[in-house]
């Protein structure tokens, strides 16, 4: 079954950091781009960052709202990815999931159930 | 950025009915398009891709069409299961960007 599998959220202040953790199973995780899709409570969906694969030179990209901020990166050894949040604030209060690339085009076929990130004083 | 406007936002629709839901680009995106269903509590699905293509598992009653800007995305005869909320989502260029959502209910 593919599955992925996020961890780490929780209650972080403003200005703080947080890393989250995403592990894939079921799948040649190497052959996939992955990503990080947040959801504030009532929002829509907001893609965060992408990473490619070791063929595509791990190449990155960053929503604008976090860019110089959060930075995604991959362990092909765990089949996982990970987002460190720097500097965080309020407004990154949302619902964490990892993604999985489609394959045929830059969208999500496969989610995880997502991790809650509470940015609060 | 790319914006992506969908209309209406919400839509008050009975089993059996055809329900119907705009998007549109701010600018040109191809056939870069797709289509999800959420459900609360739950992560997005995606039911649609390259604006017209059914993912795999996904029933024959949802298709959607367009090109360029703007975007349809139809439920034939909608079922109790389909009651949620539907998001496009353009993939043409970083960064990617959803539509704000359409949510469709009970009549």
């Known amino acids: 079954e593919v599955q992925l599998v996020e961890s780490g959220g929780g209650l972080v202040r403003p200005g703080g950091s947080l890393r989250l953790s995403c592990t894939a199973s079921?799948?040649?995780?190497?052959?996939?781009?992955m990503d990080w899709v947040r959801q504030a409570p009532g929002q829509g969906p907001e893609w965060v960052a992408r990473?490619?694969?070791?063929?595509?030179?791990?190449?990155?990209e960053y929503a604008t709202s976090v860019k110089g901020r959060f930075t995604v990166s991959r362990d092909d050894s765990k089949n996982s990815i990970f987002l460190q949040m720097d500097s965080l604030r309020t407004e990154d209060t949302a619902i964490y999931y990892c993604a999985r690339d489609l394959q045929v085009g830059n969208a999500f076929d496969v989610w995880g159930q997502g991790t809650m990130v509470t940015v609060s004083s | 950025d790319i914006q992506m406007t969908q209309s209406p936002s919400t839509l008050s629709a009975s089993v059996g009915d055809r329900v119907t839901i705009t998007c549109r680009a701010s600018?040109?995106?191809?056939?870069?398009l797709a289509w999800y269903q959420q459900k609360p509590g739950e992560a997005p699905k995606i039911l649609i891709y390259?604006?017209?293509t059914l993912q795999t598992g996904v029933p024959s009653r949802f298709s959607g069409s367009g090109s360029g800007t703007e975007f349809t995305f139809t439920i034939s005869s909608l079922q109790p299961d389909d009651f949620a909320t539907y998001y496009c989502q353009q993939y043409s260029t970083f960064p990617l960007t959803f539509g704000g959502g359409s949510k469709v209910d009970i009549k």
């Open positions: 600018q040109t995106i191809n056939t870069y």
């Open positions: 990473i490619r694969n070791k063929p595509n030179s791990y190449t990155t």
């Open positions: 390259k604006a017209s």
């Open positions: 079921g799948f040649i995780f190497t052959d996939r781009y």
